[in-house]
T-cell receptor, first 112, second 112 residues
Framework: EAGVTQSPTHLIKTRGQQATLRCSPISGHTSVYWYQQALGLGLQFLLWYDEGEERNRGNFPPRFSGRQFPNYSSELNVNALELEDSALYLCASGLAGFNEQFFGPGTRLTVL | AQRVTQPEKLLSVFKGAPVELKCNYSYSGSPELFWYVQYSRQRLQLLLR??SRESIKGFTADLNKGETSFHLKKPFAQEEDSAMYYC??????????????FGQGTILTVHP
């Protein structure tokens, strides 16, 4: 069974630009979760999508947004990039109603 | 607000010794607790969850609601147990539903 996939593996942007990160969930999973793992801050919950709708959101500014497509894949968009957005962004998938989440390998975003 | 604390950033033991990774949480609702593990150059993966009450790779963890703890234990550590371990909490229902709150992680090193 294929696991959660994320692309790209690495992304380098400059301050003020926009970044788009992509995630494909495990087949059959309807929920996608996004987390940020910044140095010294640990894993922090960003967003949860299920059945195409945003279900929950962490304490991040509105320039962090995303969407979920009909095939349950998801995009995370970060606008007006700041240096502190440099982090590993992890995507996880699961089934709504079940708390178990399966993680992807992550996208390393570097903002210069 | 929910919070997960792993008091030890680093833990070193010798092969064959018992190991205990500590996790304390604060949460007023009905939490579900997990242990996730990340081996070198691998993705984050679920090790065990409190509701399943099973032993995985020789590890066990018991939820102690009185002490609000979910410590991870193994009687005889192996070198292949060396990894980063994260304790995580999920709201079983409520405004934080779908969100995993992670501790800062403990790096376990098992010496030969």
């Amino acid at each position: 069974e294929a696991g959660v996939t994320q692309s790209p593996t690495h992304l380098i942007k400059t301050r003020g630009q926009q970044a788009t990160l992509r995630c494909s969930p495990i087949s059959g999973h309807t929920s996608v979760y996004w987390y940020q793992q910044a140095l010294g801050l640990g894993l922090q919950f960003l967003l949860w999508y299920d059945e195409g709708e945003e279900r929950n959101r962490g304490n991040f500014p509105p320039r962090f947004s995303g969407r979920q497509f009909p095939n349950y894949s998801s995009e995370l968009n970060v606008n007006a990039l700041e240096l502190e957005d440099s982090a590993l962004y992890l995507c996880a998938s699961g089934l709504a109603g079940f708390n178990e989440q399966f993680f992807g390998p992550g996208t390393r975003l570097t903002v210069l | 607000a929910q919070r997960v604390t792993q008091p030890e950033k680093l833990l070193s033991v010798f092969k064959g010794a018992p190991v205990e990774l500590k996790c304390n949480y604060s949460y007023s609702g009905s939490p579900e607790l997990f242990w996730y593990v990340q081996y070198s150059r691998q993705r984050l993966q679920l090790l065990l969850r409190h509701i399943s009450r099973e032993s995985i790779k020789g590890f066990t963890a018991d939820l102690n609601k009185g002490e609000t703890s979910f410590h991870l234990k193994k009687p005889f550590a192996q070198e292949e147990d060396s990894a980063m371990y994260y304790c995580a909490l999920s709201d079983a229902g409520g405004t934080s539903y779908g969100k995993l709150t992670f501790g800062q992680g403990t790096i376990l090193t098992v010496h030969p």
